[in-house]
């Protein structure tokens, strides 16, 4: 036995920081979570103890937080109505198909008894963490780092357990206001955004249909704010970091459009993008969670969602799937001072805003609607504020410029059309008014000279009311400015008026309205050789009021006396005059006699 060697006892796997199994209670979790999907007391007793981050399983997460929102949104709770909810977000495999619900419901504790669980919970968690920070420790003795180091995270961790384990209010003591401080704040001089559209922290809405290029606009806008460029006319300010997230553009669409506007890789700024991110619904706690770290990793000051409803996971129509994702992603963005914009699409009544539920604009600060009216000029006009800070609307002019097949680097432009182009106070801000029929047709570039037809075309093409009256007098008026000596009626007027636009077409889109030889604009051909002309009006057969007599019908036979109408069965006969003005009856005066 003397030469048999002899092993040095080594410590049990059990032992060993970095091999020991994790601590967890799936028993306690599993009633715990089977008896909050009964009673919404029984959530709120477990949510005084424990957070979803103290539950071990995914699949007991995703309930906990399924749970919560129901709640929050007044819903009834029972299994199968959870299962229902999860079901709308197609996340029914993190439940295995929907069984461990079942399974959870069929073994399930008094309401009363929640609470007693979740401490159980919340104590194996805490020792899930002191195991955590063990294997930081270790790990870090075994790269070799000093004593001071291994004190600091030490520290950092108890820091952490003592904020997460007291009731000390401190960080929700922070949202008192401070009167003093508060009140010597002036709000009237707050520096908006590039663009005037909102303000540091504010949430918008920008609205418009599948034709409108509100990507486009919004895609340039965000790359101007990042790089401290001008947009709309406004003053350079420093860079804005903005981060866009975009689930409905292809990264091909995309590239075309930046190289467009001049972007390049060196120039993007502050702008990060992420394309199709794999972020969880923002109508949920997770996505919530997931588009913050996001931003705050981006260190944006402003998010984009392009499009808004390609972000959620409930119904489009309900106003809960809304009140959600204001509760889970909009309020943690506006209590961090981060702005937000979503972009979203007409209904199919464009007059009552974007579709689905009205409580889509009822927590944001301004509601947008983008319009195309045709030529390259939009509309971008504000329907609905909270502050009422900035302009309400604007009139903007698309450019865009060619090489051939692609289109030119920095040739895409977005610019705010000034007032020679087209007034925006008085009368001629208002749709309906002769004033705003002139004023559109002269931003349009519509000829003075254009008649009835060409004027009401072009009004129809850009949805512009006017009343036939209304557009008579506007034309009148129109061409009335061309015998006027002194005035320039022609299209140069103004340096705006001259550039490209593009209405129907722009980058990352497919043409589907080319520029033919002879368009004023895209879209419109002018009056030409064989252009059949406008009919004339046919005078009123009642005269015009002040005396003027019946206008005669060429056709019918005239008396040569008095040279009016005769009676046609007279006529028949072979007389050509009246009667009463024939010599040879009497009637008639005789000549006056000769000299």
């Not at 032992?15 to 199994?21: A, C, G, H």
């Not at 003093?180 to 955004?193: E, G, I, K, Y």
């Not at 895609?219 to 866009?244: H, N």
């Amino acid at each position: 036995m003397e030469h048999v060697r002899h092993r040095t006892p080594h410590a049990p796997a059990d032992e060993d920081p970095l091999t020991r199994p994790t601590p967890r209670d799936v028993e306690a979790e599993a009633l715990m979570t089977g008896v909050i999907m009964f009673s919404a007391q029984a959530y709120a007793d477990c949510a005084e103890i424990i957070t979803r981050d103290d539950i071990y399983l995914p699949a007991h997460q995703l309930i906990w937080d399924t749970v919560g929102g129901m709640i929050a949104s007044g819903r009834d709770l029972h299994p199968v109505t959870v299962k229902a909810e999860i079901g709308k977000t197609k996340r029914l495999r993190g439940v295995d198909g929907g069984r461990l619900i079942d399974a959870l419901s069929r073994e399930t504790i008094t309401a009363s008894m929640a609470g007693a669980f979740a401490e159980q919970v919340a104590n194996t968690a805490r020792l899930r963490r002191h195991q955590e920070h063990a294997t930081r420790v270790h790990a870090a003795v075994l790269r070799g780092e000093q004593a001071d180091v291994l004190d600091q995270m030490h520290a950092e961790f108890q820091r952490t357990e003592t904020a997460r384990t007291t009731a000390d209010p401190g960080h929700l003591t922070t949202a008192l206001l401070d009167w003093p401080s508060f009140f010597a704040t002036d709000f009237d001089t707050v520096q908006l955004l590039p663009g005037r559209l909102l303000a540091p922290g504010q949430q918008i809405t920008l609205i418009g249909d599948g034709k409108a290029g509100k990507s486009l606009f919004t895609q340039e806008w965000c790359w101007r704010m990042a790089t401290g460029q001008s947009f709309l006319g406004d003053k350079p300010q420093d860079p804005i970091p903005v981060l866009y997230v975009d689930a409905e553009n292809g990264q091909e669409q995309i590239q075309e459009r930046f190289r467009s506007y001049g972007a390049g890789p060196e120039t993007m700024g502050l702008l990060r993008y992420a394309s199709f991110p794999h972020i969880r619904p923002l109508d949920t706690a997770a996505g919530g969670a997931d588009l913050l770290a996001l931003a705050q990793t981006a260190g944006a000051q402003v998010v984009v969602l392009d499009t808004v409803s390609r972000f959620i996971s409930g119904e489009e129509n309900s106003s809960d799937t809304w009140l959600a994702l204001y509760r889970h992603t909009l309020l943690p963005l506006k209590r961090a001072g981060i702005a937000s914009v979503r972009l979203d699409h007409f209904g199919k009544d464009s007059t009552r805003g974007g579709r689905g539920s009205s409580a889509k604009t009822q927590d944001v600060d301004h509601v947008w609607e983008l319009s195309g009216q045709g030529g390259g000029t939009l509309v971008l006009k504000r329907t609905h504020t909270r502050t009422g800070i900035g302009a309400d609307h604007f009139t903007i002019l698309r450019r865009a410029l060619r090489d051939g097949d692609a289109w030119r680097a920095g040739g895409t432009q977005h610019v705010l059309m000034t007032w020679e182009d087209e007034p925006t106070s008085g009368l001629a801000a208002v749709p309906g008014t002769v004033e705003h029929i002139v004023a559109s047709l002269d931003a349009a570039g519509i000829p003075d000279g254009a008649g009835n037809r060409v004027v009401r075309q072009a009004l129809a093409e850009r949805q512009i009311p006017g009343g036939s009256d209304k557009i008579a007098e506007a034309v009148r008026r129109r061409k009335a400015r061309t015998e006027m000596p002194g005035i320039d009626v022609s299209g140069n007027r103004s340096a705006d008026r001259s550039g490209p636009r593009f209405p129907e077409t722009f980058p990352g889109t497919h043409p589907g309205t080319e520029e033919t030889p002879g368009q004023t604009f895209p879209g419109n051909v002018p009056e030409r050789s064989g252009t059949p002309p406008v009919p004339t009006v046919p005078p009123s057969k009642r005269g015009n009021g002040r005396g003027t007599p019946e206008q005669v019908h060429p056709e019918k036979p005239l008396c040569t006396v008095c040279e009016t109408t005769l009676d046609p069965d007279w006529a028949s006969r072979g007389h050509d005059t009246h009667i009463g003005c024939d010599p040879t009856t009497g009637s008639y005066p005789p000549p006056e006699p000769g000299p």
